[in-house]
């Protein structure tokens, strides 16, 4: 028998496979239907991970086993490639992004091939491609167009560390997502996509998409943030100090004869607690409110508090946690229903950038209001009573009452619930002409804008005559210029001596190109339509094949990504509807979606704390030591595989001691994908282990006949073989298709292990075996070619029909049978299928519910209907 060698077998497979054009989609049966498989496309960084292994794996499980179930299988692969690491590269070692950046794609590309994965590597593009990056510069103008784009000045955050705004979506704790550094507000002009025009789209789409996890709805639900409410004003009371009163004044004024946005005719807030607007103590207003920014040019004091706000960050995390900073602004309101007047502070915890940027503060229910009350010496009146609680007596204490209750205090509203409340308090808002209930989503416009080299230039001119002038289509691609120096920190293409000066398209006068590039995460919000319409260059893509491709059916990818790409994805191709490039009535990019685990291993340090890596670790008999130097070395937690604690394996290393297919087949067989995976040395050896046991199984006997055969005619030992190999079917494709791989795994276990002792050789041991081995061949491909190849299989294992479970063969060997006494069913029973009627009555009477409702009773007769029922009678 000979050794199997991976060396030698998996670039063999992987060239039969290239010849076959196996993973070609276009040359594949047209008549099949179609099924697109695809994984987050990787980031360029220069090599692959285990994580990227695991990743892939799946993907590359779901696609085989497609094929081999019958369809046309897209399983597309490229490089999400521009970004912030190939700058960072290019000013720490002197190298150009662009050259970096396609270096590290061809030296991750390499591994990717010998893992042997079934991708459709004739669509391949990276996003940094000109050919690309065109097409995005294309959809931008047609977003615009099509309204989805305009240009604000707003607030942003900014990152310090890489000199550029960041979305709020990338803003994690009040970090930037990739640099750690604390944000800070900057007021800029950028571009914005509206995908707060989809708010109520991209909600609603949520319940439909019931092959996501439910984990990553709710998020998305949570972040687009709906809540109905109402937006009311609170009119200026009549009595207001001398400086309130100039100040008030003064606003009119500016209003009327300077055109400034600011407030006069009292102040516009939103609630979503209008059943409890008698509890009122006091208006709040965003330190970025028009009425307070335009008190802050006069008022030094205000104008020192907004800087104080200022430092605290603008994500709405560091807010929340911050100590609630109040300030008094002299200025008062009236109660709409009362009349009594409320005094109007600014306060910290207002953002300007949700609702109206002005709440009315009901200290007894909600929290904020309440730190902020103690805090200031304002009143606390409860107004809505808990059941159980008596309303003499009733005190909120250090903690607002949120939930539910009946409203007091209240005038009108007493005695109703809080929706009641709601509802009638709204109603009397809107008689009095006051305001009207609304709709709010936490969901802001996204911000594109980056002043960054390496990415999509935006396709822009600004003129001093004509203002901002979308590049004429012909004029596309709006291309990087490859000369470009970074030795200063900034933009690049700001500094660079003339790539911006060119022309106003519109009037011919000089003019500048927009130097801000298009944030990273519009690269991947429509890769997969270009993966399915093909690398057109006179459009995105071609609308018909990437209509017919989409949705995704299935994809793949990293939690981390449940409120970034994933909601930016699903607006792009609500976009691309809506601007007629692509024929998707749903909006829905993705209509599966599976984010796995992470994967793991131990930490490992020497005694002076140092990381060491886990090549450089030797277990002697318990003790660990270090292979170089013989330190010893503790082994410590097992979390997440990254750098800075040296816990990696490098699959490249384990491709080359063990092959592809035992690291393909170990990331998949011990954890549920959706959990980490822990990678441990002697788990990699106990997957070696087992492909050279499926290959003794398959080399040790001779055969002659065709593996797809069914041996109809076994009985005895070679039929218990058969029900152990259709039973095996049966599992491995369920766990396969509800993501169950380990349990797949466990499978193929067993039926191996069925093989292993099964004496005969003959047409059930074959079949047992072509089952086996096409079953293996999702997760361990060339070995599963390669054992084809030996027993006969006809072409390749990649076009051999997934097998099939015989129905008869599964049927379970026993029967349940319900017991009823006197006509009424008490119990039933499990008995074997072939169990004589006196075992029947003898397991009935054994059973113990039977007995019970026996109890007293004598028995006068039982009637056993075989494989039916048993039917007792008794008084
Ligand atoms: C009065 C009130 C009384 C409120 C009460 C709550 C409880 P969601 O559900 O997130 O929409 N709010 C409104 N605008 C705000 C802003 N710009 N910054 C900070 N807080 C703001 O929350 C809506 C509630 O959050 C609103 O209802 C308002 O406080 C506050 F017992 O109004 B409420
Ligand atoms: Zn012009």
């Known amino acids: 028998m000979s050794r199997y060698n991976p060396a030698d077998a998996e670039p063999k497979w992987q060239a039969a496979w290239e010849a076959a054009k196996a993973f070609d989609a276009d040359a594949m049966d047209a008549r099949k239907p179609g099924y697109y498989a695809l994984e987050m496309f990787p980031y360029p960084s220069g090599r692959i991970h285990m994580g990227h292994v695991r990743n892939y794996a799946m993907g590359d499980v779901i696609a085989r086993y497609k094929a081999a179930s019958g369809y046309r299988v897209l399983h597309p692969m490229g ?83 890489e000199n550029s705004v960041l979305a709020n979506e990338q803003v994690v704790d009040g970090k930037g997502w990739r640099s750690g550094a604390t944000i800070e507000q900057r007021e800029m002009n950028q571009w914005v996509f509206k995908i707060t025009h989809y708010a ?162 009901c200290p007894a229910h909600d929290q904020r209001d309440l730190d902020f009350s103690r805090k200031y010496g304002l009143p606390v009146l409860a107004v809505v009573l808990p059941e159980g609680e008596d309303a003499a007596s009733y005190d909120v204490g250090t903690e607002a009452y949120t939930g539910e209750g009946t409203i007091y205090n209240s005038g009108f509203l007493d005695g109703l619930s809080k929706d009641e409340g709601i509802k009638a308090a709204t109603a009397k808002i809107e008689e009095m002409g006051l305001g009207h209930g609304t709709v709010q989503y936490r969901l802001r416009d996204w911000g ?27 004029d596309l691609p709006v291309e990087l210029p490859d000369d470009v120096s970074f030795d200063k920190p900034g933009n690049p293409l700001d500094h660079h001596p003339t790539w911006k000066n060119v022309p106003c398209p519109t009037c011919g006068k000089p003019a500048r190109r927009e130097t801000d590039t298009l944030d990273t995460f519009a690269d991947s ?59 998707l009535p749903s909006g829905e990019p993705f209509a599966g979606l599976f984010t796995q685990g992470m994967v793991t291993h131990a930490v490992y340090q020497d005694e002076d704390g140092a990381y060491i890596e886990p090549a450089n670790v030797d277990d002697k008999d318990g003790t660990l030591l270090t292979i170089d130097t013989g330190k010893t070395v503790t082994k410590g937690d097992v979390i997440k595989m990254s750098k800075s604690k040296k816990n990696t394996i490098d699959p490249e290393d384990i491709i080359a001691d063990y092959g592809a297919d035992v690291a393909r087949w170990f990331v998949l067989s011990d954890s549920p994908p959706a959990r980490d995976f822990e990678w441990t040395e002697s788990g990699v050896v106990g997957a070696w282990r087992f492909s050279g046991k499926v290959w003794t199984l398959v080399t040790g006997t001779a055969f002659d006949g065709n593996p797809v055969t069914p041996a109809h005619d076994a009985t005895g030992e070679a039929l218990e073989l058969r029900k152990v190999a259709h039973k095996a079917i049966d599992n491995i494709t369920s766990g396969i298709e509800s993501f169950r791989f380990n349990t797949s795994v466990a499978q193929i276990y067993e039926l191996t292990n069925a093989l292993t002792k099964y004496k005969g050789d003959d047409a059930a041991r074959l079949e047992a075996l072509g089952i086996l081995i096409r079953a293996i061949a ?79 009773l004598t028995i006068r007769k039982v009637i056993v209907v075989p494989g039916r029922i048993i039917n007792i009678v008794a008084n």
């Open 79 to 161: 490089w999400d490639a521009f970004g912030m690491p190939a700058e960072n590269a290019a000013r720490d070692k002197g190298v150009h992004p662009k050259g970096w950046t396609y270096d590290n794609i061809a030296a991750m590309r390499a591994p990717m091939k010998r893992l042997g994965f079934a991708l459709d590597w004739t669509r391949e593009f990276a996003t940094c491609d000109v050919g690309y990056y065109n097409q995005q510069q294309a959809i931008f103008l047609a977003f615009m167009k099509q309204g989805l784009v305009y240009r604000k000045k707003s607030k942003v955050n900014w990152d310090p560390v």
């Open 200 to 361: 109520q789209e991209l909600l609603e789409g949520l319940d439909t998409l019931d092959r996501w996890p439910e984990k990553v709805r709710t998020m998305q639900a949570n972040w687009i943030g709906r809540s109905e409410g109402l937006n009311m004003r609170f009119e200026w009371a009549e009595t207001q100090s001398v400086d309130a009163r100039k100040t008030l004044d003064k606003m009119a004024f500016d209003r009327v004869f300077k055109d400034e946005d600011a407030s006069y005719d009292g102040i516009e807030i939103y609630t979503t607690r209008p059943d409890t607007l008698f509890g009122a103590s006091f208006i709040a207003l965003s330190a970025d409110h028009p009425i307070i920014k335009n008190m802050a040019k006069s008022n030094s004091e205000i104008k020192n508090f907004r800087i104080k706000c200022g430092q605290i960050g603008t994500t709405e995390e560091a807010i929340a946690t911050a100590p609630k900073l109040g300030f008094d602004t002299g200025l008062k309101v009236k109660h709409p229903f009362t009349g009594k007047e409320l005094p109007v502070w600014i306060a910290n915890f207002v953002l300007m950038g949700y609702g109206t940027g002005a709440i009315f503060g």
């Open 448 to 474: 594109v804008s980056r002043q960054r080299y390496w990415g999509c230039p935006i396709p822009i001119i600004y003129c001093k005559d004509c203002g901002a002038v979308p590049v004429p289509e012909g």
């Open 525 to 583: 919000s429509w890769y997969f339509a270009r993966f399915a319409g093909g690398n057109t260059d006179d459009r995105p893509f071609d609308k018909v094949e990437a209509s017919n491709w989409l949705p995704v059916d299935q994809y793949i990818g990293g939690v981390e990504h449940a409120v970034l790409h994933l909601l930016y994805a699903r607006f792009f191709t609500r976009g691309l509807r809506d601007c007629g490039l692509l024929d």
């Open 778 to 856: 999702p997760f361990m491909p060339h070995l599963a070619e390669e054992c084809w190849a030996n027993i006969g299989g006809e072409g390749l294992c990649y076009h051999a029909p997934w097998p099939v479970a015989d129905l008869d063969l599964l049927t379970e060997d026993t029967v349940t049978l319900p017991v009823q006494v006197n006509g009424k069913r008490r119990s039933e029973i499990e008995v074997a299928a072939n169990l004589d009627k006196g075992g029947v009555e003898a397991a009935a009477m054994a059973d113990e519910r039977t007995q019970k409702s026996l109890e007293g």
